[in-house]
């Protein structure tokens, strides 16, 4: 069984008519959201090595954080929570006011110092999520 031929004249119709098609679906996507607004949940999943010398270490660099990151403008609350059944896996959990908020905190000197104190003590990168609450 041999296959239609297909003139030049066909082909670019084709063509022109499979960029119309991609064309139009690009623009029927929905606008993406809008940053979002009001308080953010942070969520801070921390893994760490050394031991428990190493533990104790990051568990102080992270209280240390802790007081200095509730004295930033737009902290509502952090906790430092450690896993039940691991001695060496943390959670630390933020509420800012804003997104706004949060990023300025990030770009303190306080929150640099320490991220860059705690890396050699990480088991992993640090696992952070930002959430917003449901309506």
């Known amino acids: 069984m041999s296959l239609p031929r ?45 031991g428990p010398a190493g533990v104790a270490d990051a568990i102080k660099l992270m209280h240390e954080f802790q007081v200095a990151s509730l ?6 609350r952090f906790e430092v929570m450690e896993q039940d059944s691991r001695f060496n896996h943390f959670v630390m959990s933020e509420v800012w006011q804003s997104r706004e908020a949060y990023d300025a905190h990030n770009g303190l000197e306080h929150s ?24």
């Open 6 to 50: 297909v003139s030049n004249v066909e082909r670019r119709g084709f063509i022109a008519a499979l960029g119309l098609f991609f064309a139009l679906s690009l623009q029927a996507q929905p606008p993406a959201p809008a940053p979002p607004t009001g308080p953010v949940y942070v969520i801070t999943h921390v893994d760490i090595i050394g």
């Open 71 to 76: 004295k930033d403008k737009g902290a509502v």
């Open 112 to 135: 640099r110092k320490f991220r860059e104190t705690i890396a050699p003590l990480l088991g992993s990168p640090f696992d952070v999520r930002l959430h917003k609450l449901l309506p």
